[in-house]
């Protein structure tokens, strides 16, 4: 190369890589959360229409899943080892996968039930390794600030689901299409591993386990309103296509619903956080939970595509920009114990979201339809706000 022109080819060097990394780790949170953990909701009207499944049953289904999610996730916290353990993140891979794909073999509650709590498990598992690994990774190689990006990819899995399973439903019916996102996700995670693959970095991944000093008191108005919050949304995250798939002259439309659902989320982890740091954490999760009850209350009555359409929007918009809020907000309030006040954060959140989907299940069948479920849903996203309101340890 002349003398006095630089290199750039060794400049993008650095650039390309933590980019395949950041793509393995979409690829990661597309299996796991966006497949592992939301397939069921395009699938669930499948299932009602050819199984004649109850309400009441599907929500036990969902509450399960996440009560795997829950198990997982305090798991990883009281034993941070899990997370630097091939064994352990391997399994979670394999179990996430095939929960995914038997789920479609089988028509017994019973390994329905084992399947959705197994893979509740893994997903929880495999998002906090992924997310510890990419972090690290990009951390390391300068680019920090793409972090927000990975969350992207469940978004892109809600999104690759609303758009698969009408196709797979064509082929094998509700349980080829368990099978086919089974298959997909297998994909992915061969994608996955082939471009994220770094050498010892799951090793280098270190977590403080050294006692922490710090009172935690200021967290607890902000998990009560998480509380609230995971109980609300996830019962448009579980039902939103079934109730749209009942609704007359829309059932045809109701998987791009999910579409719309999933491109919506793919922003919203990079957007909203952006909007915090503009005008403050507590007015943005305020618009985000005003926005998301919104969406929920018009979903009561939506009985045209531009009602559904903002319903699917203003749901998929908010929900991963809360999470990314309120973790943040904890991390802020508790720096010196962080690892402890997202703990609390997670388990106050994921009780919200077991509760959810029992209660929206029975409701729905007692009262043949599920508008006191949402309208349930809407308040107590609504009562989440009030605590943020009369919260004043927002910085």
């Given at each position: ?61 969902a509450g399960l899943n996440y009560l795997g999610y829950l198990t997982g996730a305090v798991a990883c916290s009281m034993h941070p080892r899990l997370l630097r ?122 977590l403080d386990t050294s006692p922490k000093t710090g009172s935690l008191h200021s967290i607890w108005p902000l998990a009560v309103a998480y509380f609230f919050e ?162 004043h340890r927002y910085s």
């Open positions: 190369m002349p003398a006095g022109h630089p290199d750039y080819s060794l400049c993008a060097r650095p650039e390309r890589g933590a980019l395949k990394i950041l793509v393995g780790g979409m690829l990661g949170m597309v299996l796991a959360m966006g497949i592992g953990r939301f397939a069921f909701t395009p699938i669930l009207p499948l299932m009602q229409r050819d199984l004649a499944m109850s309400n009441t049953m599907a929500g036990w289904l353990s091939r064994p352990a993140t391997g399994g979670a891979l394999v179990t996430s996968i095939a929960s995914t794909l038997l789920m479609g073999v089988t028509v017994s509650p019973f390994w329905w039930g084992l399947l959705r709590l197994g893979g509740g498990l893994a997903s929880a598992v495999l998002f906090i390794v992924i997310s510890a690994e990419v972090v690290e990774a990009l951390t390391r190689r300068g680019f920090v600030h793409w972090v927000g990006v990975l969350y992207g990819g469940i978004g892109v899995g809600i999104a690759l689901s609303g758009i698969m399973v009408p196709q797979l439903d064509r082929i094998g019916g509700w349980g080829g299409s368990w099978i086919g996102m089974g298959l997909l996700a297998a994909l992915c995670a061969a994608a996955g591993i082939t471009l994220g693959r770094q050498r010892n970095l799951i090793q280098a991944v270190t995971g109980l609300g949304y996830i019962v448009s995250a579980t039902f939103i296509v079934a109730i749209i798939a009942m609704t007359p002259g829309l059932a045809a439309f109701s998987p791009y619903s999910w579409v719309a659902t999933g491109l919506a989320a793919l922003p919203s982890t990079v957007l909203w956080p952006q909007l915090g740091r503009r005008i403050g954490t507590k007015r943005t999760l305020l618009c985000a939970f005003i926005l998301q009850a919104a969406g929920i209350y018009v979903s009561i009555d939506a009985d045209t595509i531009g009602a559904v359409l903002f319903s699917a929007i203003a749901f998929g918009g908010t929900f991963l920009g809360i999470v990314a809020l309120t973790l943040a907000e904890g991390n802020r309030r508790a720096p010196h114990d962080s690892r402890r006040a997202t703990a609390i954060l997670t388990v106050c959140f994921s009780l919200g979201q077991i509760l959810g989907p029992v209660l929206a299940g029975i409701l729905a069948d007692m009262r043949a339809g599920f508008a006191l479920p949402l309208l349930l849903a809407t308040t107590s996203i609504a009562i989440g706000a009030l605590f943020i309101i009369f919260d």
